[in-house]
Structure formats: C-alpha cells, structure tokens
C-alpha cells in the first residue's frame, strides 16, 4: 500500500478517459445479410459509453485493484464474516467449459454432472449441518433467511396456525435477521441478551407463546460465544409451537463439533461465501443455501435436485414457497464450494472448526490485558469480541483503533457490531492464518493500546498512508453524488 | 520418479493446505490459552450433541479431485461443443479476455464489502463506475451497486414502487414472462401485496396500483411501447417499473427515455458466463427523486480530510445494518465482482462496441427469423419488432423438437407452448455463427418433413 501516496494515484473515472475514436475490441462484421432496422421512433440515439484501448482499461482496473486490502495481500480478520483463504483450485473449477458454459434452462438430461454435483452438495450440507433437505437457490446470506422464513411462513398456514406472526429475534442479531422478517411478513419482537452474552432464556420463555412464528438465533451468537443453554431453548420454543431457525453466519466454529439439527433447530441457511472458502468478491456475490428438517422439505423454494430413476432432476417441492430468483442458484459459487469441501474431506471439518477456535482464543488471551472482554473471558470460539471501551475512557474510540491497524498493513477488525457491545471490536483470525501472522497482529495491537495511552493523536489521524485518508460521509449522505457527470457537474439526486 | 513407493497422490490426510498450524504450533497456543486439550474450550456445546459422525468422504488430493470434477463437467454438454439458441434471461456473448483477468486478481475477489474506505477505494470506485454505467446503459438519474439478479431486481423495483406511492397493489402486462413473475411474486405476496395481470387489449391502470411491470423485449421477445405504458401508469399516479435486456440498450431506446421510473436488468449478459444460472447481477435504476427508497448498496462520491475525492458507501440509513425491520431491503451484498465484470466489459466494448454486438444479434436473429419462417410447417405466431428473441410455432411439441436437435448437436430454444402453441422461444446472438444458423435451420426442416 505504501507505494501509493495520494497525489500519485490517478484515479480519473473512465468516462473522463475516454477519447473519441479509440476502441479496445473489434467484432466481426455480420455474416448474414443486413436486416431493415425497426423503425427510427424504436431507436436509441445516443448511448455515452467510455472509448479507450485495451491496455488502458488493464491499467485502470489493475491500478484500483491495488487500493484494496484484500485476504491474498492482507492479514483480513473481519469479524463474522469468515475471511478465510480462498483457494484459486475453487475457480478452476468453476470455470471448466462444462460449468461455465452451460445454460440454465437446458433439459435436465443435458447437464447430469452439474446437477449431480449439487445434489451432492445438497447432501454434504445436509450431512454437516444435521439438517438433511437442503435447497441450494438462495443467491445470499440474507436471501436464505428469507428462504427460511417463508419455509416457517408456509409451514404454519399449511396447518392452519396462520396466527403465527412474531418472529423472535435476539438484540444481539445481525440487521438482516429483523429486515429478511418483515419482508417475509412478520411481526419482529427483540429478545434481551443477559450479561454473559447470552440469550436471556427467562425473557425467551415468557415471549413464546401461540402468537411465535419463529426465534432466529445465530450461533455461536454474534458475540463468538455458544449458548450454553441451547437445547433449553430450542425446546422452549418447540413446547410453544414455534419453529427454531439458525443464521448460519458463524458455522465455521461448528463443523465436525455438534449439529444444527442434533440441537433442535429446524431451518437453517449457510454463508458458502463465508464458511466453505468462496470468494466474497468485494460484497458478492454469495450464496445462502436453506436447509430444513425432513418435516419441512416440502415447503423448499423451487427448485431442489431430486434423484429420479437414476438420473437427477431439477423439481419443485409439494408446497413450495416459490422461486426466490431467475434460475437454480449462484451455480458458480456452488462449485466452488463443493471443491473445497471435498479437498477438506471427513478429517478437514473438524479441524477446520478447531484450529479457527484455537486461533480466536490464542488472539483473546494474548490481548485481553491490553483490551476489555466484555463477557468476563469466557472462551470464545471462533471469533473474539474486544471492547475498546477502556481506550474510549481516554477519547480513543473503536474506530481509531481499527483506522490505525491499517497503518500496520491489517485489515480492521468488524466495528461497533453486535450492537449490545459498547466499541465492539470483532476479531475473526481464521484457521487459515498462521500462527506467525497471529504474533504479529497481536504486537501490533498491543502497540495501539499503547499509543491510546501515549500519543493518541497518532492513532486519530490515521491511516496515513493510504489513497484516501478518512473520508468525509456525512456529507456523502448530505448531498449524494452517486455517478459521473460531465466535467465533474453536481449530481442529479437531491431529493 | 516415486512410482515405486505407491500412488503419490494419496497424501496423508493429518494435514491440508488450506490449514498451516502444526502439531506443536497448536500445543503452544493451548498452553498460551492454559488449558491441557481442545475439548476444554468448547464446554458450553452440550456433551451428548459433541463430535457427531459424519458421513462424508476422505480428503481428497488435488490432483484427483481436478480429474475428478473435470470428468462431472464433461458430462454435461454445453455451448463451447453445441450450438445453442437459448435465451429467455440468461444470454452467450463474447467475453473479451481481459475481462476475466481483471476479475480474478485477488485483490478484487478476496476483499470484502467496503465499510473500510481506505483501503477499498478499488471496490468503491469500481462501484461508482458500474453505478455510472449502469444508469447510462438505463438512461435513468440514478442506479445502485448491483442487486442479485435480474428478476429479483425487478421484484425489489416493484416493493419499491409500493413504498414510494404507498399504495399495496401492482398490475403487470400480460407478457411479461411468467419465470419474472413468480420471483416477483415471492416478493411481495407475503407482505399482502397482490398482482394483477392485466388482459390482452386492456390498456388503463386502476387508480389503487403502485406500479405497472412491464418487461422489454418481452417474455416472447417482442419489444414494447414502453413510453405507452409510462403515461399509463403514470396518469393513476402508478409509477412505471420495467425490466429490460441491457445488449438491447445499445440499439432501442432506453427506460429513461420512455419515462419509466424504475429501470431493471439481468446484468449477466454483459460480460458474465451463464454458468448454469448464477451468479449473476441485477441492474437497478431510477428516477433522482426516489432515491431515498432504492433498496442495495449505493457508493458515493466525497473527499477525504486531506480534500482528495475518494469514494463511499453512502445512504446507508435505508439498509438493515442500520434501520433493521424497517429497513428499504434485506440485502447485504452488491454482487460486487459480478458487477465488476459488467463494469470491465461495458469499458471494453465500449461506445460503438456494444452497438455492433446488438445489431449483430439483431440480424442474425431476424436473418434466422426469416429462415425458419419459410420452413413448411413452422410459422412466426407472435407479431411486432424484436431484438435477438423469437418465438417459432413448430409443428408439434417442443419439447420433441428439442430432443431431436439435442441428438444433432444443438440446445434449441425455450418451450414456451404455455403461451403460444407449439411455441418455441429462439435466441440468435454473436456466438452463432451463420453456419450454425443454417443447420438449425436444415435440421428443423428435416425434422419436421419426417413428420409427415
């Protein structure tokens, strides 16, 4: 990074770039004849498109591409988010002619090893989570909890217990576990969490009643701990009529080590992108598969693959919610998840979960003289939340904290989540990360905690050498300039 | 040579090199944490519900599973060995070869959502460059960071609708395709808002409607009078929310140009593989006045504490992360590098590019037209101009059509006979050289002279 100063990047936009007459592909001329066009009213008179040459367009996107942190150049502990190694084997994969080129609504004969590959999936992820009827179409996180809802939507009205309108939703849960509720429908009532992080059970028992559609709890919990009371729980909920669904975000921390459905859950959905190694791209894309117990297969989205007669098949289950999106899933990113679990194999999930807990721990007890726990210590697992609240106390806040971090090459930390943390700092090492580059974060935060004391000021100003330093995003918001405009005029949307 | 002691694929599986901590790495962090095994730091998992066993194969080797899955994908039987005329949303083009080298640097791909602006001015500014030509592509004011696909984009277009007008009712045309609609449909009727569709020759929106959707080219191809459609909706107050194939944006007028107020598109078809369906990216746009209820990521321009420009994720009091339940959308993603893709590729081809790729769609879609047409036994059933998209009335099924082409080395088009009997929805692009026109063209007239 330290390569780049401001004043050296050139970071005019493309259409600023661009140079009448220039072109960086030639298309063949047509080698049928020409067809009369529709008439001129049909017509488009003018598309404003960039015109630059090949090698421009490779220095631009090479030279932006080089302004980012990114997992292969940067130690990227993330919290929650799970960025762990991606392997360049997985894109291969994706990109054989006979996954990348394939089209979606081809006949389901035509395409026996790409669905073969996911009803494979399917049963892999069935296998690992305990939850055995998996649908592998949700194209997100947040799209497999909406998945998952309407799964307990439908099932519900399916016996008649439409009343059913409350989703129960932890304060500690991530913003698409309330927002994927109301779309689907349902009324959201927040569940206090108690002082060890976890979910306050006396307060859950007295919320489920006949009026529970669903409790939506992320485990471990967005704090990197595991409810201890688990089982209490999802039978409290089940002795209410109620459905118990897992956000799968945190599955790294469980593989090989207990299953969703041994615990009592119903539904679930799994982050491909966070646990199984694919890339996440810059925010995407993803994929959420849904999976549910053999009770609620029949109210899946379309489609499932199913194995009919020896040969595999794209079906829709009996009362299925519907099609959540244009096809059968991020195909792309299911390949590649696959491939990493099959590198990964039986022996490779436990230890996945094992040496990512190990290193969370390892991080926590080497820096929790330096930084407050605010649960007391427990053990983690695969993710550990600091506070930086001993700091604020002498007006450094989380965020300086993490602004500095970049200055030693790291990438931040997940900030101000879960919000029932005071200056919540989220660290998620990964079992890919060694043990060497663990030391080294560690002396680095130690020296922060350090110059919280010493030199704030240092740590206020920073980063200091990156292409932009903070950025002003109150008045993004204020006057929202959201796309090039000729000679830099001031944007359209001032609504 | 190392032949003699045995398969030298078959690694021991104690390791992977995906995970570097070793024996005693492990044992020195345990000590470091003070306590003697694993199991001592997962006491909260209940211990009858601890360690279950798995049914899942052995690690594999590299070099196995390679073959392994190569041998999958050689099953499957796809356009690089067949000729294929299948469209109906998902769409083979050229892709030039920079684009994927671009989108595969790690840098990109291995990065996360940027609510670290320093170090993610790549994703940000590539961002406000797709927002830039995506809402030129759409000739609308505005257009966000990219949502999943195309149909959920329309789909978000149509809730947003709803929010803007605050009314909870939408009414489509009657050709918008019924896949677009049953995605649409899990949308919105959870949250009571119903559909209504509108009948052949039926031309007035009801005065309770949100949005009219309209699709263009339409679910048979055929493009609409989307500037009709427009004042339509707008004269109930409705607001028009269209979805539209984005090659088509180079030769026929855009949303933005026909007042459409909301402005979608399956973004797949400029730069990304079909692969089987997914990933894609939407394209969302609209109007600058509703920009405040545009559900997805929106980057915006500012500048830093130093006065340089640098580039944000802004508007974010619309999104989960802040405003939970009440939040414009649940979604937390732009499909950012999907995005990068189209943003690399609309560079790429450029101004004149993308014109010349659409009209060769557009006459070898119309020279194919022409050609099947005079086939006995096959007629054109649906009138009105078209882009690369036509549906063809065979003289039986389909479906046995397809099954017959299939064994001749070409995927045939869509059935569509739901709609128009015997009806067959072709896609004609650049990647159909007119040799492969013209055997299709022999192998639908032989199929059907051996019909009779």
């Known amino acids: 990074m330290s390569q780049f100063t401001p004043s050296t990047v050139e970071r005019r936009l493309l259409m600023d770039r661009s140079v009448p007459g220039r072109r960086s592909v030639r298309m063949p001329a047509p080698d049928v004849p020409r067809a009369p066009l529709p008439a001129e009213s049909m017509l488009r008179k003018d598309l404003q498109l960039p015109e630059l040459s090949e090698l421009e367009i490779v220095r631009y996107f090479t030279l932006l591409s080089q302004l980012n942190f990114s997992i292969d150049t940067n130690f990227y502990p993330l919290g929650s988010c799970t960025m762990k190694y991606n392997p360049k084997l997985n894109d291969e994969m994706a990109s054989l002619p006979g996954m990348a080129e394939i089209h979606p609504h081809q006949p389901d004969s035509s395409v026996q090893g790409a669905l073969r590959l996911m009803y494979e999936l399917q049963e892999v992820l069935g296998e690992i989570t305990g939850l055995p009827c998996v649908c592998l179409s949700p194209l997100a996180g ?115 080590l207990t299953r969703l459905g041994d615990l009592g859950f119903d539904i679930a959905h799994s982050n491909l992108h966070k646990t199984f190694s694919t890339p996440h791209g810059g925010g995407g894309p993803g994929a959420g598969p849904v999976l549910v117990k053999a009770e609620l297969a ?198 | 040579m190392t032949t003699a002691s045995g398969n030298p694929s078959r690694a021991p599986a104690s390791f992977s090199p995906y995970i570097p901590n070793t024996d005693s790495d492990r044992a020195a962090m345990l000590a470091e944490i003070g306590v003697e095994q694993f199991e001592d730091l997962i006491q909260d998992i209940p211990s009858e519900k601890r360690f279950p066993k798995l049914r899942l194969r052995p690690a594999a080797a590299e070099l196995d599973l390679v073959a392994e899955i190569a041998k999958m994908a050689a099953q499957d039987q796809h356009a690089g060995e067949y000729a294929c005329f299948l469209g109906a949303g998902a769409y083979r083009h050229f892709i030039p070869a920079v684009i994927k080298r671009l989108v595969y640097r790690g840098e990109f791909a291995t990065s996360y959502t940027p609510y670290q602006p320093e170090v993610a001015q790549g994703t940000l500014q590539t961002a406000f460059e797709f927002q830039t030509m995506v809402a030129l592509l759409l000739g609308m004011e505005v257009a966000n960071a990219g949502m999943y696909d195309g149909p959920t984009a329309f789909a978000e277009g149509a809730l947003m609708a709803c929010r803007v007008t605050r009314r909870g009712k939408l009414a489509a045309l009657a050709t918008v395709s019924r896949r677009l609609l049953e995605v649409v449909r899990a949308y919105t009727q959870p949250q009571g808002i119903n559909i209504e569709v509108l009948s052949d020759g039926e031309t007035e929106v009801r005065g309770d409607v949100a949005a009219l959707l309209i699709q263009s080219p339409n679910g048979l191809g055929v493009i609409e009078d989307m500037a009709r459609w427009s004042k339509a909706a707008h004269s109930s107050g409705a607001l028009a929310v269209a979805s539209v194939n984005p090659t088509s944006m180079a030769l026929f007028k855009s949303p933005g140009e026909c007042d459409v107020d909301i402005a979608t598109a ?155 009997e015997n009806g067959m929805l072709l896609c004609v692009t650049e990647m159909n050289p007119k040799e492969q026109i013209d055997s299709l063209v022999s192998a639908l007239r032989e199929i059907g002279a051996g019909l009779r």
Request: hydrophobic share 40%; aromatic share 8%; charged share 25%.
């Open chain 1, 298 to 495: 029949d109210f899946l989205p379309t489609p499932v693959v199913a194995r009919v007669d020896n040969e595999y098949r794209l079906v829709a289950p009996k009362n299925s919610v519907g099609r959540l999106s244009g096809f059968h899933g991020s195909f792309g990113i299911l390949v590649r998840a696959y491939t990493y679990i099959r590198m990964m194999g039986l022996e490779g999930m436990r230890q996945i979960s094992e040496n990512a807990i190990i290193n969370a721990n390892y991080v926590q007890s080497k820096l929790k003289a330096d930084y407050d726990l605010p649960f007391g210590g427990r053990y983690s697992m695969h993710e550990v939340v600091f506070s930086a609240r001993r700091q604020k106390a002498v007006g450094v806040s989380a965020l300086d904290v993490a602004k500095r971090l970049i200055d030693h090459g790291v990438h931040p930390p997940t900030m101000y989540f879960p919000l029932i943390v005071p200056e919540a700092l989220m660290v998620e090492p990964t079992e890919t990360e060694t043990k060497e580059t663990l030391d080294g974060f560690i002396e680095v935060m130690k020296k922060i905690a350090r110059e919280a004391e010493e030199k704030p000021e240092v740590l206020k100003s920073a980063p200091h050498d990156t292409p932009n330093t903070r950025l002003d995003e109150a008045s993004a918001a204020r006057k929202p300039y959201l796309r090039w405009q000729r000679n830099g005029a001031a944007a359209p949307a001032q609504p």
């Open chain 1, 142 to 256: 947040a799209q497999g909890e909406y998945a998952g809802l309407l799964v307990a939507r439908g099932y519900h009205r399916y016996k008649r217990d439409g009343d059913r309108k409350v989703a129960l939703i932890p304060d500690s849960a991530h913003g698409t576990n309330p927002a994927s509720a109301s779309m689907a429908g349902f009324e959201v009532v927040t569940v206090p969490s108690d002082r060890q992080g976890n979910v306050d059970v006396e307060a859950l028992k007295k919320l489920a009643d006949r009026r529970t559609a669903v409790f939506m709890l992320t485990l471990p919990s967005t704090v990197g701990l595991f409810e201890p009371r688990i089982l209490e729980i999802t039978r409290a909920i089940h002795e209410a009529g109620g459905l118990v669904y897992a956000d799968g975000a945190n599955l790294n921390a469980l593989l090989g």
């Open chain 2, 266 to 420: 399956e973004g797949q078809a400029l730069g990304v593989s079909p692969s089987f369906g997914g990933p894609y990216v939407g394209l969302f746009g609209c109007k600058g006045e509703h920009v405040r209820q545009m559900p997805g990521r929106i980057v915006g321009r500012t500048t830093d504490n130093r006065g340089n420009v640098g580039y944000v994720l802004t508007l974010q009091t619309r999104e989960q992360h802040i405003r939970r339940e009440r939040a414009t959308s649940n979604i937390c993603t732009s499909t950012q590098l999907i995005g990068l893709s189209v943003t690399a590729y609309l560079a790429t081809m450029g101004k004149h590019g993308l014109r010349e790729v659409a009209e060769l769609c557009y006459h070898k879609a119309h020279y194919a037209a022409e050609q099947i047409y005079r086939i006995p036994g096959y007629s054109l059933p649906v009138p009105g101009a078209f882009f690369h998209e036509f549906v063809v009335g065979c003289p039986v099924k389909p479906r046995s059509i397809n099954e017959r082409l299939l064994e001749r080395g070409i995927i045939g088009g869509l059935d569509v006979s739901d709609r128009v």
